[in-house]
């Protein structure tokens, strides 16, 4: 199972951290996923710290222990939506259950 | 470019089969480096992961859904499929089909990089 805190908030511009906890990432890296209202998840991090081609330079990941971290650096308004960290683990597959980023 | 497009009905009736086809073009569903993987939401909630076949035909399922999943997959045309025997309510979902990294070295970890835009399917009588 992967943990993740229901919602953030953050003040534009600022920076905000999302974080994930999960045994499995010990093991293996978490992607994220950003979700705006009625569209279909994007991948916005993945591996140790990669980037799909297109996906601002504000978004970044890291992973210490048990926790991965997605964190946006200069939060602009269209970063406002759901946000959900992805693993392998024992059973196959599993996301967090989403973290809702509004952004002030 | 890589695409991925779901078909099959939008309503199904309470004790019978959900059925799904994910068509892949752009590229081939024949490739080592990935599975082919289904992912559900239910109105409301997160995301939920359904479970992911190789091209060879290897499966891996949530345990949850286990003894009523089946996902397969044919070379031939391209695309792979769910079944989801016995449905009720609960699986009222805009349903998924994703391409998924098959490893965890050079960069890539299980990423799911490309997503379908999703349908709704409602179970309801």
């Known amino acids: 199972d992967l943990t993740q805190d229901p919602a953030v908030s953050v003040a534009l511009g600022q920076t905000v951290r999302i974080t994930c906890q999960g045994d499995y990432l010990r093991s293996y890296h978490a992607s994220w996923y950003q979700q705006k209202p009625g569209q279909a998840p994007v991948l916005i991090v993945y591996?140790?710290?990669n980037r799909p081609s297109g996906v601002p330079d504000r978004f970044s990941g890291s992973s210490s222990g048990n926790t991965a971290s997605l964190t946006i650096t200069g939060a602009q308004a269209e970063d406002e939506a759901d946000y959900y960290c992805?693993?392998?683990?024992?059973?196959?597959?599993?996301f967090g259950g989403g973290t809702k980023l509004t952004v002030l | 470019q890589l695409q991925l497009q779901e078909s099959g009905p939008g309503l199904v009736k309470p004790s019978e089969t959900l059925s799904l086809t994910c068509v892949v073009s752009?590229?081939?569903?024949?490739?080592?480096?990935?599975?082919w993987g289904w992912v559900r939401q239910s109105p409301g909630k997160g995301l939920e992961w359904i479970g992911n076949?190789?091209?060879?035909?290897?499966?891996f399922y949530s345990p949850s859904l286990k003894s009523r999943l089946t996902i397969s997959v044919d070379t031939s045309k391209n695309h792979f499929s769910l079944k989801l025997t016995s449905v009720t309510a609960a699986d009222t979902a805009v349903y998924y089909c994703?391409?998924?990294?098959?490893?965890?070295?050079?960069?890539?970890?299980?990423?799911?990089?490309?997503w379908s835009q999703g349908t709704l399917v409602t179970v309801s009588s």
């Open positions: 992805n693993s392998r683990d024992s059973s196959g597959w599993s």
């Open positions: 591996g140790e710290n």
């Open positions: 994703a391409r998924v990294a098959a490893y965890c070295s050079g960069g890539r970890c299980f990423e799911s990089d490309h």
């Open positions: 076949v190789y091209y060879s035909g290897s499966t």
């Open positions: 752009g590229a081939s569903i024949s490739t080592d480096s990935y599975y």
